[in-house]
Every structure is written in structure tokens, then in C-alpha cells.
């Protein structure tokens, strides 16, 4: 392992990939090996110990992998198995999770007022994001619901279309959910109808997208631990999941265009 080795990124599926899009934006050089568990889609419903289970196999996979740092690209993952994660990368592979850079963002962004968050059933009932929120910020109202069928709803492709405006309608439109100064997409799956979202509050609500926020707390991280790539570095990809469909594919090509080789890799055979 060594400065220009790859960053490790996971997610049950798509939705990490928005987060490696922005990291790419943000740090053009770095290379990047994903691994997408669709074998074990929906993470959202899974138990806790489940979840901590999966990710300790992915990341010993991505230090197989000689990965210098570990994006847990996945709110559900983050929230249950980020003390897991670290504990296996020790001290020399940086972990950063999607919870803490956006939790710090708010804190920092909005003084008072009433913040949503929508997120998987498994984040929504750790309660992380209203435990760290008012920690951080002992001013702000913290709601959450969890919008299940969500996650399922993208990863098959629906978006942008009248089925999925109608979800979202349903699960914004509850009561508890009025009056939003900003709502967090607690699940990096919702950057991908964050345009439907958006246009649900017709612009009145801020929307807060963690894949910007955690790609600047990842290059911060990196810099911090002198892991920065060199500038002549030349960026190099790799795509992994645990079950090859070919609708996953075509899902990864929405993000990177050109150089998605995506490879199934059977870990948990
Ligand atoms: N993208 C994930 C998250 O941020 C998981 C969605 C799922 O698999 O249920 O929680």
C-alpha cells in the first residue's frame, strides 16, 4: 500500500456511487476500487449484526486489495458498523463515514429551526442522525422517518418518472414533515431523485446531499493522514459487485461513463 493505491469504497449497491462520483470530482487523481453487495440488497431492513457481519468481510476484501483508506459509502453501513469497520483497518487505513461529515455540515449551517431526515429503516431506528445532530447542535429539531422503499424503488431504475414522484409525495407529505428548514438525504441512495425531492418543496427547502460533504471530509482525511495521491497520478477505477446483473451495469454507467469494467466478485462464497 502506498499513496497512490486506491481508496476503498462500499455500499449495498448504486447508491454509493454517488459519493464515488463526487470523490472523483473532488480528487480527479485518486483511484478507486467500489464494491456494491447487491448479493445482500436492500441493506435498509437487515439487523445490525447482520450488517456489521457484511461490511467486516468487505473490508478485509478491500485490504486484500491494498486500499489506503475506506469510504463506507452507505448510511445503513456507517451507522451500525463504523466502529467495526476501524477496528479492522487499524490505525494506518483512515475510515470515513457518511453520518458524521453531514451531521457536522448542519451543525455548522443551520442555528436553529426544524431539519428532517429521511433515510433506511435500519438508519432511521439507530437514531444517529438526531443523537449527533443535537449533540452537535442542541438548537435544532431533529424529525426522521424512514422511506423503505426508496433504496429498492432506484435500484431498479425508477426515477424521474410518475411512480417514484408518487412515492415521494406519500412519505414527504406526512404531517410531522411541515414546516422543513432542511431535510437530510439520509441514505446515499436519494441523490438520485434529489431533483424530484426538490421539486416535491418547489425550492423551499434545503436539501442535503452527503456526497459532496463526504468527498471534502475524504480529501480532508487524506491530507490529514499524508495519503494524498501524487499529482501526476493517473486516476484508475474498479467496479465490483457480489452479484453481476446486467441492469447494475447499465446503473454504473450513469456515473462513470466510460471506464466501467464491472467485475463480479464472489466473496462470500
Ligand atoms: N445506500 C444505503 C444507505 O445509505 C443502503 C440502502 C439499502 O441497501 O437499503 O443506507
Known sequence: MNNNSPIGIFDSGIGGMTVAKMIQKRLPNESMIYFGDTAHLPYGDKSPSTIRH??????????????????????????????????????NIPV??????????????????????????????????????????SKLQVLSQSTPLLAPMIEEG?????????VINSYLSKKTFNELQGLILGCTHYPLIQR?????????????????????ACAK?????????????????????????ESFKRSTKIFFKKSTDLLEARIWD
Open 221 to 245: 482525511v487524506l491530507e490529514e493522514h499524508q495519503l494524498l495521491c501524487s499529482a501526476n497520478a493517473k486516476a484508475e477505477y474498479k467496479f465490483y459487485v457480489s452479484d453481476y446483473t
Open 96 to 137: 470515513i463515514n457518511v453520518i458524521d461529515p453531514v451531521v457536522k455540515h448542519v451543525a455548522e449551517n443551520f442555528t436553529t429551526g426544524k431539519i428532517g431526515v429521511i433515510g433506511t429503516k435500519g438508519t432511521i431506528e439507530s437514531k444517529v442522525y438526531p443523537r449527533r445532530l443535537k449533540k452537535a447542535n
Open 158 to 166: 425508477f426515477f424521474n418518472n410518475t411512480i417514484s414522484r408518487s
Open 54 to 91: 457484511y461490511a467486516a468481510r468487505i473490508t478485509a476484501w478491500l485490504i486484500e486489495h491494498k486500499v489506503k483508506a475506506v469510504v463506507i459509502a452507505c448510511n445503513t453501513a456507517s451507522s451500525h458498523a463504523f466502529e467495526t469497520v476501524r477496528d479492522i483497518c487499524g490505525p
Open 196 to 216: 424530484e425531492i426538490k421539486e416535491y418543496y418547489a425550492n423551499d427547502v434545503r436539501v442535503i446531499d452527503s456526497a459532496k460533504v463526504v468527498a471534502e
